[in-house]
């Protein structure tokens, strides 16, 4: 039960609306992995993830172990591809030191988000698909299978230029050699990341990488039946998403999936539909005279009498603190300023011209009322952050309503 009247609505009918947009772009036989990492973007990972289950997507992309066993725990079958693997960790000094200089050649030390053999364990256990970003990950995966006398299933990241986690293509031949020597770890999968879609030297440079990278795999090991590389932004542009040797493609779109665009500039490349609106009510009303100070540090002073709204929403609920001065909210079909600082429960909004607003009145922080919108892209401007964040900030304690249409 909850008793304020603050949350977040979740629109699943314009969720399925983007999958579409994505499935309608591809070429045929084209498979879509949906990242639904961190809680779905702020969106629920367990809904969203139903939703697209139902859709037909062939994979469900995490960022961690924890995350894939609370989909697995709410009865999600899909496939699950968690993009940081169990950490190897060193057991002595000795093994650090050795473990370090040997990082270069190895492709990096361990992965992370996970401590040794018992996070193995546990992934296998939940049928999650690991990403292997180092050769100790395969022999420490190895090593699971065999215990859980069960084969398992992972896909290889090559890191073309991103320089976060995946395996450098200096690095490659001793990580092929370590998944040729362990018949119990099976590559279904290999990826990379791009780290500036819009830009298509940076773009062309890493494809280049990355197919380079694919002719030693192929040589190496055989047939990989799965490639993917494409994000939303390649998704809405089109390319990079077939290769000339790969049988199966995937791509892995997230952020247009909730209909924000990957950059403001890609907003008209596709017919995307917001997922989240932040709602609440006028919960206080007070009539104050020129010249009063409003909230922490009296950073704004009124101009005239002034009607003022307190609305039951703050930073602890993932409302951008730093918004201040710049935001606007929706009132009676109506933008209304934001007052002074943004506090950890509350905002106060100027509604000394919104005749009709009143205590119950509807606030929208993030989405439509009437002919007025807001979009996590123009809060992220005052923010001075990106779209991304503002979804996925939306904190634990706001609740999610779930809108089919």
């Known amino acids: 039960m909850n008793f304020r009247p603050t949350h977040a609505v979740i629109d699943l009918k314009a969720l399925k609306h983007n999958y579409q947009e994505v499935v ?7 498979g879509v992995l949906t990242m639904v990492k961190a809680d779905a973007y702020g969106h629920g990972a367990v809904a969203v993830a139903k939703v697209f289950e139902a859709c037909g997507a062939v994979c469900l992309g995490v960022a961690t172990i924890e995350e894939g066993i609370e989909l697995r725990q709410a009865g999600v079958k899909a496939k699950i591809l968690v993009m940081a693997p169990p950490l190897d960790l060193p057991q002595n000094e000795d093994m650090v030191s050795e473990r ?61 230029g991103m320089n976060r986690l995946g395996v450098t293509p200096q690095a490659l031949p001793k990580v092929l050699k370590g998944l040729a020597k362990v018949p119990q770890v099976k590559l279904e999968g290999v990826m990379t990341h791009l780290a500036w879609r819009q830009n298509k030297e940076n773009t062309d440079k890493q494809v280049k990488l990355f197919k380079e990278a694919g002719a030693k795999i192929l040589a190496t090991l055989g047939k990989i039946p799965v490639w993917h590389i494409a994000n939303s932004a390649s998704v809405m542009e089109g390319s990079p998403i077939e290769f000339d040797w790969a ?18 500039e890609f907003s008209k490349k596709a017919d995307l539909k917001p997922v989240m609106s932040l709602k609440s009510k006028v919960a206080l009303m007070k009539q104050v005279p020129k010249g009063t100070k409003v909230s922490y540090n009296c950073t704004f002073t009124t101009k005239r009498s002034s009607c003022i709204g307190v609305v039951p929403i703050g930073y602890a609920d993932g409302y951008p603190w730093s918004v201040a001065g710049k935001a606007s909210v929706l009132v009676e079909d109506k933008r209304v300023p934001v007052l002074g600082r943004v506090t950890m429960d509350m905002i106060m909004v100027d509604l000394t011209d919104s005749p009709k607003a009143k205590v119950g009145s509807e606030v929208v922080l993030l989405g439509k009322q009437g002919a007025e919108q807001i979009s996590a892209d123009e809060i992220a401007k005052w923010a001075g952050t990106i779209g991304y964040e503002i979804v996925c900030r939306v904190s634990k304690r706001m609740p999610r309503v779930y809108y089919r249409g």
């Open 100 to 160: 370090l200089q040997g990082a270069r050649s190895s492709g990096g030390v361990g992965g992370l988000w996970g401590e040794g053999k018992e996070a193995a364990e546990i992934l296998l256990k939940h049928c999650l698909t690991p990403v292997v970003h180092s050769a100790g990950v395969i022999e420490l995966l190895g090593e699971q299978a065999k215990v859980q006398k069960a084969d398992v299933i992972v896909h290889l990241k090559i890191d073309t």
């Open 24 to 30: 309608k772009r591809l070429p045929k036989g084209v």
């Open 247 to 264: 049988s199966k493609y995937w791509v892995r779109p997230g952020i247009m999936l909730y209909g924000i665009p990957p950059y403001p």
